[in-house]
């Protein structure tokens, strides 16, 4: 970690960041990091963090507890070299997840390529994972089904143990029974089963005594009996160990034969890792990957320094800062003390180096910052007494390494510029400095109190003012940038809010000039103007957006109100021509049922059919105007709902 690392709290963000890994691995890595100059690799590294911040929620990958095993994986390649007990586990978790990675990403690569593709540098190594549970139990033992021989040997033990205990417990009843026995029940001592006897009848027991009390009053004997099962089961004992040292050879040889794979994997199981702090670092932020470019330009967006969003959340005021566009490449910030200065110069400088990282920043979308070739950086007070430098010397050294180098594109961050020294020399030392820096296409954010900078961002070209708001009424900061605006210190007006003397402060004023007071004055009403007009946008803003809210839900009714009526005329159409069907069927039926009954009356009655055909064909004639009639008002229905669907 640089200086200037240190300067910007960028070990502080790592530090947060780290706490985000789910391994030693990714943690370790997040600390580590260093900032990228390769803008192929940054654009790179913030894809991955983007894809894995689109898996969170969606798959949990098993990376979970992870352990750096590269040293013991190292030392396992001598042949017959074994692993620490405790060291099997974690190298089965890793072996599993390294497939488990793999497999993941093998069933839903084409939602996250690039994951993807890291993913596919990993090894499946089920064949060492099986071996591995063949022999460990979930809670790391050895299993007794490990091999035939250690089953065997755990079996023919257990035999022999109960077998101790039957002889033991008979041999303390009798002994017992004799009043020889301190205790009725037996002891053990460094894995003898042994019976506790009074001291004083030490000569009328059979066996040898392995131990005794502290005050003597009581030795422990091991019978005779059971000597000879005791050391049965010490073999027994002996046994066990060599086969599972045999077992435990085996499986090295085996996790050896794929150590350069198993090392690999290591890595970018570290890697996964890394990515994944980074991802949910970015959605504890809410940040954004940045569009980066190589040019000198720089421009925040809704900016928040990463470390006040931890702490305050949502309460943080964003920045708004542009470098490199039509204002120019040199800004210079005034305001008032505590007003917010350092907190925008860092702002600039942290969320280069965090993107450098293939950090996220808690920006919004149209953040562009620049790859840097060189970034330099003057915050706090640099005194030195070890190197016999004083604060202006200091500020002074790292100014002039500032200005000697030509690397592009390079950001210079200068806090309290030209101070530490007298006003007027300071002032110009500052001017010559910025105007060279200017000329060198750098891009440079200074903050300052001296009037004759403010003079100087208005008056030359590529530099320009900015500053932090301050509210007249409440006389407290309000942490705004306003672009393009010099700003006030408020010295006065923050003196007397902590009830600094008024007399005292009577006479600061006169001393003051009234040219200065002039100038102090105009900016004072520039700035209450502006907090004004900014004040009345706001307001304007709103009534607007309640305006347009309003626009949009009486569109949406009307909308409704015209889908209901075009609905209404289509099921009347719909009626009146199922009306119109009904009808006629009926008139057709009419129709043929009467020319039946005249066609069957004219063979019998001459006369009469004739006047009857008459009037029947009048009673058809009736039935089709009518037939007509009602064909007239469906098609008149029709055209009405027509109409209305076209409006």
């Given at each position: 970690?640089?200086?200037?690392?240190?300067?910007?709290?960028?070990?502080?963000?790592?530090?947060?960041?780290?706490?985000?890994?789910?391994?030693?691995?990714?943690?370790?890595?997040?600390?580590?990091?260093?900032?990228?100059?390769?803008?192929?690799?940054?654009?790179?590294?913030?894809?991955?963090?983007?894809?894995?911040?689109?898996?969170?929620?969606?798959?949990?990958?098993?990376?979970?507890?992870?352990?750096?095993?590269?040293?013991?994986?190292?030392?396992?390649?001598?042949?017959?070299?074994?692993?620490?007990?405790?060291?099997?586990?974690?190298?089965?978790?890793?072996?599993?997840?390294?497939?488990?990675?793999?497999?993941?990403?093998?069933?839903?690569?084409?939602?996250?390529?690039?994951?993807?593709?890291?993913?596919?540098?990993?090894?499946?190594?089920?064949?060492?994972?099986?071996?591995?549970?063949?022999?460990?139990?979930?809670?790391?033992?050895?299993?007794?089904?490990?091999?035939?021989?250690?089953?065997?040997?755990?079996?023919?033990?257990?035999?022999?143990?109960?077998?101790?205990?039957?002889?033991?417990?008979?041999?303390?009843?009798?002994?017992?029974?004799?009043?020889?026995?301190?205790?009725?029940?037996?002891?053990?001592?460094?894995?003898?089963?042994?019976?506790?006897?009074?001291?004083?009848?030490?000569?009328?027991?059979?066996?040898?005594?392995?131990?005794?009390?502290?005050?003597?009053?009581?030795?422990?004997?091991?019978?005779?009996?059971?000597?000879?099962?005791?050391?049965?089961?010490?073999?027994?004992?002996?046994?066990?160990?060599?086969?599972?040292?045999?077992?435990?050879?085996?499986?090295?040889?085996?996790?050896?034969?794929?150590?350069?794979?198993?090392?690999?994997?290591?890595?970018?199981?570290?890697?996964?890792?890394?990515?994944?702090?980074?991802?949910?670092?970015?959605?504890?932020?809410?940040?954004?990957?940045?569009?980066?470019?190589?040019?000198?330009?720089?421009?925040?967006?809704?900016?928040?320094?990463?470390?006040?969003?931890?702490?305050?959340?949502?309460?943080?005021?964003?920045?708004?800062?542009?470098?490199?566009?039509?204002?120019?490449?040199?800004?210079?910030?005034?305001?008032?003390?505590?007003?917010?200065?350092?907190?925008?110069?860092?702002?600039?400088?942290?969320?280069?180096?965090?993107?450098?990282?293939?950090?996220?920043?808690?920006?919004?979308?149209?953040?562009?910052?620049?790859?840097?070739?060189?970034?330099?950086?003057?915050?706090?007070?640099?005194?030195?007494?070890?190197?016999?430098?004083?604060?202006?010397?200091?500020?002074?050294?790292?100014?002039?390494?500032?200005?000697?180098?030509?690397?592009?594109?390079?950001?210079?961050?200068?806090?309290?510029?030209?101070?530490?020294?007298?006003?007027?020399?300071?002032?110009?030392?500052?001017?010559?400095?910025?105007?060279?820096?200017?000329?060198?296409?750098?891009?440079?954010?200074?903050?300052?109190?001296?009037?004759?900078?403010?003079?100087?961002?208005?008056?030359?070209?590529?530099?320009?003012?900015?500053?932090?708001?301050?509210?007249?009424?409440?006389?407290?900061?309000?942490?705004?940038?306003?672009?393009?605006?010099?700003?006030?210190?408020?010295?006065?007006?923050?003196?007397?809010?902590?009830?600094?003397?008024?007399?005292?402060?009577?006479?600061?004023?006169?001393?003051?000039?009234?040219?200065?007071?002039?100038?102090?004055?105009?900016?004072?009403?520039?700035?209450?103007?502006?907090?004004?007009?900014?004040?009345?946008?706001?307001?304007?803003?709103?009534?607007?957006?309640?305006?347009?809210?309003?626009?949009?839900?009486?569109?949406?009714?009307?909308?409704?109100?015209?889908?209901?009526?075009?609905?209404?005329?289509?099921?009347?159409?719909?009626?009146?021509?199922?009306?119109?069907?009904?009808?006629?069927?009926?008139?057709?039926?009419?129709?043929?049922?009467?020319?039946?009954?005249?066609?069957?009356?004219?063979?019998?009655?001459?006369?009469?059919?004739?006047?009857?055909?008459?009037?029947?064909?009048?009673?058809?004639?009736?039935?089709?105007?009518?037939?007509?009639?009602?064909?007239?008002?469906?098609?008149?229905?029709?055209?009405?709902?027509?109409?209305?669907q076209q409006r």
């Amino acid at each position: 970690m640089t200086v200037i690392d240190t300067l910007l709290e960028l070990d502080r963000v790592l530090d947060y960041c780290s706490q985000q890994a789910s391994s030693v691995l990714g943690k370790r890595r997040v600390l580590e990091s260093q900032p990228l100059n390769d803008l192929a690799e940054i654009r790179r590294q913030l894809a991955l963090v983007q894809e894995m911040a689109g898996l969170l929620g969606q798959a949990a990958l098993p990376l979970q507890g992870l352990s750096d095993l590269s040293p013991a994986l190292r030392r396992i390649s001598v042949p017959g070299a074994l692993l620490d007990r405790d060291q099997y586990l974690p190298l089965k978790d890793l072996l599993f997840a390294a497939g488990a990675v793999r497999r993941f990403f093998a069933r839903s690569g084409d939602h996250y390529p690039l994951l993807a593709g890291l993913a596919a540098g990993l090894q499946d190594f089920e064949p060492i994972v099986a071996a591995f549970d063949r022999v460990f139990d979930p809670a790391g033992e050895i299993r007794d089904e490990a091999s035939p021989e250690l089953k065997r040997i755990r079996r023919q033990r257990e035999a022999e143990a109960r077998r101790l205990h039957e002889t033991v417990d008979k041999v303390l009843r009798r002994w017992a029974d004799q009043k020889y026995t301190q205790e009725d029940a037996p002891a053990y001592r460094e894995g003898r089963l042994l019976v506790p006897v009074k001291a004083e009848h030490r000569g009328k027991v059979q066996g040898v005594v392995q131990d005794e009390s502290a005050t003597g009053a009581t030795i422990f004997v091991e019978p005779l009996e059971a000597i000879v099962i005791g050391n049965a089961i010490r073999r027994l004992n002996s046994e066990e160990l060599r086969e599972i040292h045999r077992l435990l050879l085996e499986l090295c040889d085996l996790v050896r034969g794929f150590l350069p794979d198993i090392l690999h994997a290591l890595d970018l199981l570290g890697q996964f890792d890394h990515i994944y702090a980074r991802a949910r670092f970015s959605r504890q932020l809410n940040g954004i990957a940045p569009a980066l470019t190589e040019e000198p330009y720089l421009r925040l967006l809704q900016a928040r320094h990463p470390l006040l969003v931890l702490k305050e959340g949502s309460r943080v005021v964003p920045l708004n800062l542009e470098l490199g566009g039509e204002a120019g490449t040199i800004l210079v910030i005034t305001g008032p003390n505590a007003g917010g200065k350092t907190v925008a110069l860092k702002t600039v400088g942290l969320f280069c180096r965090m993107a450098a990282c293939g950090l996220h920043v808690p920006a919004m979308d149209g953040t562009v910052i620049p790859v840097l070739g060189a970034l330099h950086c003057d915050i706090g007070d640099p005194q030195s007494l070890d190197q016999d430098l004083s604060t202006f010397t200091s500020h002074v050294k790292r100014l002039k390494e500032a200005l000697a180098d030509d690397a592009r594109p390079k950001l210079v961050l200068l806090d309290e510029i030209g101070a530490s020294t007298d006003p007027a020399e300071g002032s110009a030392l500052a001017r010559a400095a910025l105007l060279h820096l200017r000329d060198q296409g750098a891009l440079a954010v200074v903050t300052t109190h001296q009037g004759t900078l403010k003079v100087f961002a208005h008056e030359t070209p590529g530099t320009f003012n900015g500053s932090m708001e301050f509210d007249q009424e409440t006389l407290r900061p309000t942490f705004r940038f306003r672009e393009g605006l010099p700003g006030s210190s408020y010295a006065l007006e923050i003196s007397a809010r902590v009830g600094f003397p008024d007399d005292v402060l009577q006479v600061a004023r006169s001393f003051l000039g009234e040219e200065k007071s002039r100038l102090e004055d105009l900016l004072t009403r520039l700035n209450e103007s502006l907090r004004q007009s900014e004040a009345v946008r706001r307001e304007a803003d709103l009534k607007r957006t309640e305006m347009e809210s309003l626009r949009k839900l009486y569109s949406e009714r009307l909308k409704e109100l015209t889908r209901t009526e075009k609905e209404r005329l289509q099921k009347a159409a719909q009626e009146a021509r199922e009306l119109l069907e009904g009808v006629n069927r009926r008139i057709e039926a009419e129709v043929r049922a009467i020319r039946e009954q005249v066609a069957s009356a004219a063979g019998q009655v001459s006369s009469a059919s004739q006047s009857l055909a008459e009037g029947a064909t009048e009673q058809a004639a009736g039935l089709q105007e009518t037939s007509s009639s009602l064909e007239e008002m469906a098609s008149m229905t029709k055209q009405n709902a027509d109409n209305a669907q076209q409006r």
